[in-house]
């Protein structure tokens, strides 16, 4: 367990034996062949035009089109650049391998690799960039493939002082069947601001009963009111009021008071300083002024198969929906704008929908398209590994795993949700028109206004 503490600077007697003299530069980049300059990624314009194959009042918006020309697209805005709070994406991983969803359909390709997936996701981060606010963040979701290099391209272009974390999560059940390695269950997230100035609400988990108990063990004798007993220091040395002396005590060595004496007074005077038999002091934090058990950067609550029941799209890696419901939840307010370019089966768009805010998708990928669609018109469908057996699979609980937050919204059972745009890369409307007409026959049957004129 490492006890130590940390200051900039070396002043004690111990001797470092060292050679190594560096230069006074310390910054760095990473450097691959066809790396190409962000001026000339920024000023690029979009190729492609997007035809509105169905029109909706609701705000959001969805495209089919490669997302590189579609941000491109989008920076043109001016009601749009710079104003996406909360951009998550789900890229390809570098696996050179192509996906398939539950039916065994191609659904996209991940065949970029080396330096081509490098420079593929750069370019995109720096578009993304442009589009994010100023107190807007960004959560990038891959696995051990690329996370290192992703991290440095990130550092170049969100700047490393924005940096907030980097999340592991665990993303499926224990693996048995590993060969001369650890099993490998976990991914990360990346997570950045554009700015110092980002929106922040910390997730926290509901206390249970039994973490109560063992967390918050006593029990004030005047108010009834359950409490835990903290130190009143913490560490590192100041020389300011808080590594003054406070009623003949000083803090321990190499440490200072949380608070000023004369703030422990005013604690102390309420009854909220516990002093031990022996004269230690601490302080009292009650269970009633606590907001939750706060979320650390190691997630074990949301991975992706968690049992059979849950009901899904069927779009390979398809993501838990409560993740998605924790990042929107923790960087954006009600009305802000959360863009996914790489939408595929549509989670981001769907919890961003279900939470109040408004939402961007794209995808290059028909089958993610349509997936979208299936999802917020038809609605979410189990689909577990059980025989094919009616009478079975009908009596199935389709309840949705659930976080341990009380106040989780997500609700897997909704349909009929016509509250997107959707624009296509006009060379590509007659193939998408004819994929999605069942699609778009149902919402014209349910919600004729939203068809734009001469219909789809």
């Given at each position: 367990?490492?006890?130590?503490?940390?200051?900039n600077?070396?002043?004690?007697?111990?001797?470092?034996?060292?050679?190594e003299?560096?230069?006074?530069?310390?910054?760095?980049?990473?450097?691959y062949?066809?790396k190409?300059?962000?001026e000339?990624i920024?000023?690029?314009?979009?190729?492609f035009?997007?035809?509105?194959?169905l029109?909706?009042s609701?705000?959001?918006?969805?495209?089919y089109g490669?997302n590189l020309d579609?941000?491109?697209?989008?920076i043109?805005?001016k009601?749009?650049?710079?104003?996406?709070?909360?951009?998550?994406?789900?890229?390809?991983?570098?696996?050179?391998?192509?996906?398939?969803?539950?039916?065994?359909k191609?659904?996209?390709?991940?065949?970029?690799?080396?330096?081509?997936?490098i420079?593929f996701l750069?370019?995109?981060l720096?578009l993304?960039?442009?589009?994010?606010?100023?107190?807007?963040a960004i959560?990038?979701?891959?696995?051990?493939n690329m996370?290192?290099?992703?991290?440095?391209?990130l550092?170049?272009?969100?700047?490393?002082?924005?940096?907030?974390?980097l999340?592991?999560?665990?993303?499926?059940?224990?693996k048995?069947?590993t060969?001369?390695?650890?099993?490998n269950i976990?991914?990360?997230?990346?997570?950045?601001?554009?700015?110092?100035?980002?929106?922040?609400?910390?997730?926290?988990?509901?206390?249970?009963?039994e973490?109560i108990?063992?967390?918050?063990?006593?029990?004030d004798?005047?108010?009834g009111?359950k409490?835990?007993?903290?130190?009143?220091?913490a560490?590192?040395?100041?020389?300011?009021?808080?590594?003054?002396?406070?009623?003949?005590?000083?803090?321990?060595?190499?440490?200072?008071?949380?608070?000023?004496?004369?703030k422990?007074?005013?604690?102390?005077?309420?009854g909220?300083?516990?002093?031990?038999a022996?004269?230690?002091?601490?302080?009292?934090?009650?269970?009633?002024?606590?907001?939750?058990i706060?979320?650390?950067?190691?997630w074990?609550?949301?991975?992706?198969?968690?049992?059979?029941?849950?009901?899904?799209t069927?779009?390979?890696?398809?993501?838990?929906?409560?993740?998605l419901?924790?990042?929107?939840?923790?960087?954006?307010?009600s009305?802000?704008?959360?863009?996914?370019?790489?939408?595929?089966?549509?989670?981001?768009?769907?919890?961003a929908?279900?939470l109040?805010?408004?939402?961007?998708?794209?995808?290059?990928s028909?089958?993610?398209i349509?997936?979208?669609?299936?999802r917020?018109i038809?609605?979410?469908?189990?689909?577990?590994?059980?025989?094919?057996?009616?009478?079975?699979t009908?009596?199935?609980?389709?309840?949705?795993?659930?976080?341990f937050?009380?106040?989780?919204?997500?609700?897997?059972n909704l349909?009929?949700?016509i509250?997107?745009?959707?624009?296509?890369?006009?060379?590509?409307?007659?193939?998408?028109r004819?994929?999605?007409?069942?699609?778009f026959?149902?919402?014209?049957e349910?919600?004729?206004?939203?068809?734009p004129e001469?219909?789809?």
């Amino acid at each position: 367990m490492a006890t130590g503490t940390t200051i900039n600077s070396w002043n004690e007697e111990v001797q470092i034996t060292s050679s190594e003299i560096f230069p006074s530069s310390f910054s760095y980049q990473l450097c691959y062949e066809g790396k190409t300059p962000i001026e000339q990624i920024i000023k690029k314009e979009a190729e492609f035009q997007y035809d509105e194959l169905l029109k909706s009042s609701h705000g959001n918006k969805l495209f089919y089109g490669d997302n590189l020309d579609v941000l491109q697209h989008l920076i043109k805005n001016k009601s749009l650049k710079g104003k996406i709070k909360l951009v998550y994406i789900d890229p390809p991983y570098a696996t050179n391998s192509v996906f398939r969803n539950r039916n065994q359909k191609d659904s996209y390709k991940d065949d970029l690799i080396g330096s081509h997936y490098i420079e593929f996701l750069r370019k995109r981060l720096i578009l993304l960039h442009q589009l994010i606010s100023d107190d807007g963040a960004i959560y990038l979701h891959l696995d051990n493939n690329m996370i290192f290099e992703s991290k440095l391209i990130l550092d170049e272009v969100f700047g490393k002082n924005n940096y907030r974390g980097l999340i592991t999560r665990k993303k499926c059940s224990n693996k048995n069947s590993t060969t001369k390695t650890y099993g490998n269950i976990s991914d990360y997230i990346l997570f950045y601001s554009k700015t110092e100035t980002y929106t922040w609400h910390r997730p926290s988990s509901a206390w249970t009963d039994e973490k109560i108990q063992k967390e918050y063990p006593c029990i004030d004798q005047k108010s009834g009111r359950k409490y835990k007993k903290v130190p009143i220091h913490a560490p590192g040395i100041r020389n300011g009021e808080t590594g003054k002396e406070w009623k003949g005590m000083l803090p321990p060595n190499g440490k200072h008071w949380q608070y000023t004496p004369q703030k422990l007074d005013d604690l102390n005077v309420n009854g909220d300083i516990y002093w031990s038999a022996t004269g230690n002091p601490r302080r009292k934090v009650y269970l009633d002024e606590d907001k939750g058990i706060p979320i650390q950067d190691i997630w074990l609550d949301v991975q992706d198969s968690l049992n059979q029941n849950i009901k899904t799209t069927g779009y390979p890696t398809e993501k838990n929906p409560h993740l998605l419901e924790r990042i929107i939840k923790s960087c954006t307010t009600s009305g802000d704008i959360v863009l996914d370019c790489f939408a595929g089966s549509g989670t981001t768009c769907d919890l961003a929908e279900q939470l109040g805010r408004k939402w961007i998708g794209i995808d290059n990928s028909s089958e993610a398209i349509e997936n979208i669609f299936k999802r917020f018109i038809n609605g979410l469908e189990i689909f577990g590994d059980y025989v094919q057996n009616e009478s079975i699979t009908g009596t199935m609980d389709s309840k949705q795993s659930t976080l341990f937050e009380p106040t989780s919204v997500y609700n897997a059972n909704l349909s009929n949700r016509i509250v997107f745009s959707f624009y296509s890369d006009s060379r590509y409307v007659e193939n998408i028109r004819e994929q999605l007409q069942n699609y778009f026959q149902k919402i014209s049957e349910t919600a004729p206004t939203c068809i734009p004129e001469g219909g789809v």
